[in-house]
């Protein structure tokens, strides 16, 4: 039964992985097209039709077999699908095949792991063996269960992360940009070419939304679009500070520059939070390293005469 466990186990591990192989190559190289089609500003006139593909693409093949099992588990691949697109979209995984993997890790693996878990609850082994395998066992149902879910989260919060880490100096540039005299399309287009280097994921998502600008028929809707995508503060102001310039027709370079001046300022009190914080932060490691050293400084002349002598008292 054991053997038989670890073999299913394996087997699991093995799919799991083969998927996401595939799954990533496919992704790189779509990303990789994508950045040929949009390295210039001039390349959405010829090639728009195949760019709005690429926005609207269809899940692969394999991931159409995988979402022909799911309704034998009761779930609406498509409702489920187009509930998790968002989600996805701000974990900055693909949102197209991203979800029928997660609900088929949710749905069908989960189940295999928590047979794999029983197999390894029932074994006949004694002693050591096992707590071993009651620990794989509950180590296998936490994968199964919570697997997908933490991983997506995970994602979605070191995203949000590196976006907040790179939007003020994007931001800057973008001031500069358009005060040079460019176009919010063309300031858009610098910054991406001058921040693909050193802030890879922020300049994926401006590069998103210049494509939908420039494809998309309601401007609005691909500012929202951004916002609503990253799903953070800082992009939804641009986002609206943008609409409203548009709409009413007033300074973009004012507008930008009061924005930056904000997140600016923002950073620099989040800066002087942290550092705030740090007196606090090692109280913990002090007490739990530092002072059982000054106690046994205090004391370990006591303990040693005690130990030599016997009692304290003696002369």
Wanted: glycine share 6%; charged share 20%.
């Amino acid at each position: 039964m054991t053997q038989f466990a670890l073999t299913a186990l394996i087997a699991v591990i093995v799919f799991t992985v083969v998927i996401y192989i595939m799954h990533s190559s496919r992704r790189k190289q779509q990303s990789e097209d994508l950045a040929d089609r949009i390295s210039s500003g001039s390349s959405f006139a010829m090639d728009d039709s195949e760019a709005l593909h690429s926005l609207e693409r269809q899940p692969t093949d394999t991931m159409m077999g995988l979402a022909r099992i799911l309704p034998l588990t009761g779930v609406n691949v498509s409702r489920a699908t187009k509930d998790l697109k968002p989600q996805f979209e701000r974990a900055g995984l693909d949102p197209v095949n991203g979800p029928i993997i997660y609900l088929f890790c949710q749905r069908i693996l989960s189940i295999v792991f928590i047979l794999i878990a029983i197999a390894m609850f029932s074994t006949d082994a004694e002693g050591t063996d096992k707590l071993l395998h009651y620990l794989i066992g509950g180590l296998v149902i936490i994968i199964g269960l919570f697997g997908p879910k933490l991983y997506l989260t995970n994602c979605t919060q070191k995203r949000q992360k590196e976006l907040k880490k790179s939007f003020p100096d994007a931001l800057d540039l973008l001031l500069i940009c358009v005060e040079s005299g460019l176009a919010m399309d063309a300031a858009l287009n610098r910054v991406c070419a001058e921040l693909g280097a050193t802030h890879p994921t922020i300049t994926e998502e401006l590069n998103r939304t210049r494509l939908e600008l420039a494809l998309l028929g309601d401007r609005t809707q691909a500012l929202m679009n951004m916002g609503d995508r990253t799903d953070m503060v800082a992009f939804r102001s641009l986002a609206t500070a943008l609409i409203q310039t548009e709409k009413f027709g007033t300074s973009l370079a004012d507008t930008l520059r009061v924005m930056s001046d904000d997140f600016r300022q923002t950073r620099i009190l989040e800066a002087e939070n942290r550092a705030a914080r740090i007196p606090a932060l090692m109280t913990i490691p002090l007490i739990c390293f530092l002072l059982p050293s000054f106690i046994l400084i205090i004391i370990g002349p006591v303990i040693v005469g005690v130990v030599e002598r016997g009692s304290f008292f003696q002369g």
